[in-house]
């Protein structure tokens, strides 16, 4: 008799134990409300449903329970029997990751990223799946628009590399043929020719030092914002022998900085300063450099022609800078009138880490 209570209490102790379990699981997956987390039976149909999936799918526990997961996945993932591979996968190797565009209750889509994993019973078979899934459009879209930037930086690099380097070496060329023709007969024009294509070849080697800084810019900038942000208004003096560019770094500016924000203030820098020398007719532009303890701020003006800002959202340029602030979480602002110069002022939320 006193084995038996002894065994029925032990049980009686697990059941309670499972059953806490059970509830502590319960409370965890609906805490969750950033995922969706779900299970289906082995047949694929949804049997459990958290209130993440309800956020992220838009369906409620009622209209989707019973129904079949695929309907998750979007119409051409469906005729190419995606939802059952992903299934198979699962109950081959234990788990299946992804990453896919599936598809809410309102016919909208979306990016996610989860996994499958079988749910066995205690003799190890099959009795249904689990998923777990996260939103992750925007992640998909500043993925997009920094691919988007880069080519717009790489097609302006080209059209540099095309209009003005190709020129001089393409003059420099020609000189040197007429040259060797005529420095024979005519020797004083001839050393002029010379004079010209020794001009020729420095603008067309400058102008080849400056395509490889651009294309190397990320990794120039290491960490140091700083000296990243000199060695730009260095490179952009020599280019703008016409516009005096001044720069100011304030104290307090931290040395070091997770790669991709000093990529990012750079590259806003430079599409600035470009804006400045090519389209503001400026005579002189500053850039100031500064941080507080919450974030970083760079400040790029000039005292050129200026435009409305209102009028030219379509630009290449300002696009790109909007770009790259959106990626930083940051703050882009525009400041120009016509006839009164420009500035434009970037600030970016201090990293919580630092190198």
Request: glycine residues 8%; contains cysteine; negative net charge.
């Amino acid at each position: 008799m006193g084995r038996a209570h002894d065994d029925e209490t032990r049980q009686r102790r697990v059941e309670e134990a499972l059953q806490q379990s059970e509830h502590r699981f319960e409370r965890l997956v609906e805490a969750a409300k950033d995922y969706a987390i779900f299970m289906t039976d082995a047949d694929g149909r949804v049997s459990t449903w958290n209130e993440g999936a309800q956020r992220l799918f838009g369906y409620g526990e009622a209209e989707i329970v019973g129904e079949d997961a695929s309907v998750l996945f979007t119409p051409e993932d469906r005729e190419c029997g995606i939802p059952e591979r992903e299934l198979q996968k699962a109950r081959n190797e234990g788990r299946a990751e992804d990453e896919r565009w599936h598809v809410r209750k309102d016919g909208s889509r979306f990016w996610a990223s989860g996994f499958v994993r079988p749910v066995l019973d205690a003799e190890d078979n099959l009795i249904g799946f689990s998923k777990v899934a996260r939103d992750l459009t925007e992640r998909k879209r500043a993925e997009k628009a920094l691919d988007e930037v880069r080519w717009a930086e790489r097609e302006r690099l080209a059209r540099d590399l095309h209009d003005l380097v190709l020129q001089d070496l393409a003059y420099a060329l020609q000189a040197a043929q007429a040259y060797r023709h005529t420095r024979e007969e005519h020797e004083g024009e001839g050393a002029l020719n010379l004079t010209e294509l020794i001009a020729s070849l420095r603008r067309a080697s400058q102008g080849l030092r400056e395509a490889v800084y651009e294309l190397r810019a990320g990794e120039a900038v290491g960490r140091a914002l700083a000296r990243a942000v000199e060695d730009l208004v260095a490179l952009e003096r020599r280019r703008s022998k016409a516009m005096e560019v001044e720069l100011t770094v304030q104290e307090g500016v931290p040395t070091k900085l997770p790669e991709e924000v000093c990529k990012g203030v750079l590259l806003v820098v430079r599409e600035a300063l470009t804006n400045a020398r090519r389209h503001s007719s400026a005579r002189r532009a500053r850039v100031v450099l500064g941080a507080t303890e919450e974030e970083i701020v760079v400040e790029v003006s000039d005292d050129g022609v200026g435009f409305d800002p209102r009028q030219s959202t379509q630009s290449v340029g300002l696009g790109a800078m909007r770009e790259r602030t959106a990626l930083l979480s940051g703050r882009l602002e525009v400041f120009s009138e016509p006839a009164e110069g420009t500035r434009v002022r970037l600030r970016v939320p201090r990293p919580s880490y630092e190198g």
